[in-house]
């Protein structure tokens, strides 16, 4: 057994803002999360560290990095085109983030398993039906532009110091493929950016324009099977 899934089993996460919600069979991802902190090398961590490098999901069996503020190639503030983010994905390979080598960007499926918003009752009744939801609040930022983050701050502490904090998603669009899923995380919902431009005029209609002036640039935060 590993370490992690032994920590899931011996550490009970702190109910913090929620942080530990209860989670039922069947139910679809983001409806619920049991955080442990990770450390380096891969140790789970008890909730009172006050550091650690990554963040393990028992629910998901996710490892999700934890961004940075040292102005480095991991930096919560970096943004990036789309798969601009390859070179973060190799730096986090090549160093051996919490011990593993085959960190990636996570689906769309993934990255909406850690928004809050999945959630909140007015989600649950509304998208999917559940008169007997029980509500879980979002969490309070001063930075960000409408004063709410749908990421827990106290595990993915630089979740709450964005104005705008969207993230990245591996998928592309299927009803759009020049565009690729993103969460926001202060919405909660997810929206596709552009990875490309294709032309609607009449004299170059169709055709293709990697113009960067052009495509969306986000945040990413990587993640791998556990």
């Excluded at 590993?2 to 899931?8: D, F, Q, S, T, V």
């Excluded at 994905?89 to 080598?101: K, M, Q, T």
């Excluded at 998208?127 to 701050?153: C, H, Q, R, T, W």
């Excluded at 009803?175 to 990875?195: H, K, L, P, Q, T």
Aim: aromatic share 14%; charged share 25%.
């Amino acid at each position: 057994m590993g370490k992690l899934l032994m920590i899931a089993m011996l550490v009970t996460p702190l109910s913090i803002n929620a942080a530990v919600i209860s989670h039922q069979v069947n139910e679809p991802p983001g409806i619920g999360n049991e955080f442990i902190k990770v450390d380096s090398s891969g140790e789970g961590l008890p909730n009172s560290a006050k550091q650690w490098n990554c963040v393990f999901d028992a629910k998901t069996n996710l490892l999700w990095e934890v961004k940075t503020k040292d102005g480095g190639e991991r930096d919560y503030r970096n943004r990036y085109r789309w798969k601009d983010w390859q070179s973060l994905v190799r730096r986090a390979n090549a160093e051996r983030l919490c011990g593993f080598s085959d960190w990636r960007l996570p689906t769309i499926k993934e990255l909406k398993t850690i928004s809050s918003f999945y959630s909140t009752l007015k989600f649950k009744k509304k998208f999917l039906g559940m008169v007997d939801a029980i509500e879980y609040k979002d969490y309070p930022s001063s930075k960000a532009k409408n004063g709410i983050v749908f990421l827990n701050p106290f595990y993915f502490p630089t979740a709450k110091l964005l104005k705008f904090n969207s993230l990245w998603s591996s998928t592309v669009n299927q009803n759009e493929s020049n565009r690729a899923w993103i969460v926001n995380f202060n919405s909660g919902r997810e929206w596709s950016g552009r990875i490309y431009y294709v032309s609607g005029s009449k004299r170059t209609r169709g055709m293709i324009d990697y113009d960067p002036k052009r495509m969306y640039k986000e945040r990413v935060r990587l993640v791998r099977n556990y």
